[in-house]
């Protein structure tokens, strides 16, 4: 069975919509593989970087089930919702409007938590070495507000101290019902499934 076959053989946990996670650290691959599974389903993505933030990497989840999860189950079809703040000079738009597609897939940080699992229908863990998602991180970020390279390293150690603490607690690997090598072209590993 293919992925896309696979995932939608699962039932919707949220109304009528089923929601994907795709979790793994942060650098290790899961917006572009988000992207890949949204183009293959016909799929809205959801991003916990609208809610997570350097000042709260972890502690966000509330405002998912307020923001997201609820009003579809409330029967929205339309989601609306601030986004947080990363950079001083970052000032995100809102989400206004997007729709709520019959696959949903929530992408990012800690999307695998236990406190989303009553909602999630399907897992996927993008499974990346520490340190190839630390350059990735770096060089993404490097030179945003004219912080230093140190700096910049010293908010991703930071980072990934809090998502030590998450993945110790919540162990997001077990929980997926697909792991993918982050190291890998994505769009083949999804082939091959």
């Known amino acids: 069975m293919n992925v896309k076959n696979h995932i939608k ?12 996670a795709v979790d793994g650290h942060g650098g290790s691959g899961k917006s572009t593989l988000a992207e890949l599974l949204a183009m293959k389903l ?9 809610f997570a933030s350097w000042e709260n ?14 009003p579809i189950e409330a029967g929205s079809m339309f989601l609306n919702y601030p986004r947080s703040k990363w950079w001083e000079t970052h000032n995100p738009d809102p989400v206004v409007e997007q729709p709520v597609a019959p696959i ?3 992408e990012g940080v800690s999307a695998l938590r236990k406190e989303f699992r009553p909602y999630i229908s399907f897992g996927i863990y993008v499974d990346t070495p520490m340190e190839i998602c630390f350059k990735r991180g770096f060089e993404r970020d490097r030179g945003q507000d004219g912080k230093s390279d140190q700096e910049i390293k010293q908010m991703w150690a930071e980072w990934y101290k809090a998502e030590e603490t998450y993945t110790k607690r919540d162990n997001p690997k ?3 019902d697909l792991m993918i090598d982050g190291t890998k072209p994505l769009e083949d590993q999804l082939a091959e499934i």
Do not use: N, Y
């Open 104 to 106: 949903m897939i929530l």
């Open 57 to 70: 990497p972890i502690d966000w989840w509330p405002l998912v089930i307020e923001r997201v999860f609820e």
């Open 174 to 176: 077990a929980f997926a």
């Open 9 to 20: 053989s699962k039932k919707p946990k949220v109304g009528k919509v089923l929601f994907v």
């Open 42 to 50: 016909g799929a809205q993505i959801i991003h916990t970087d609208d």
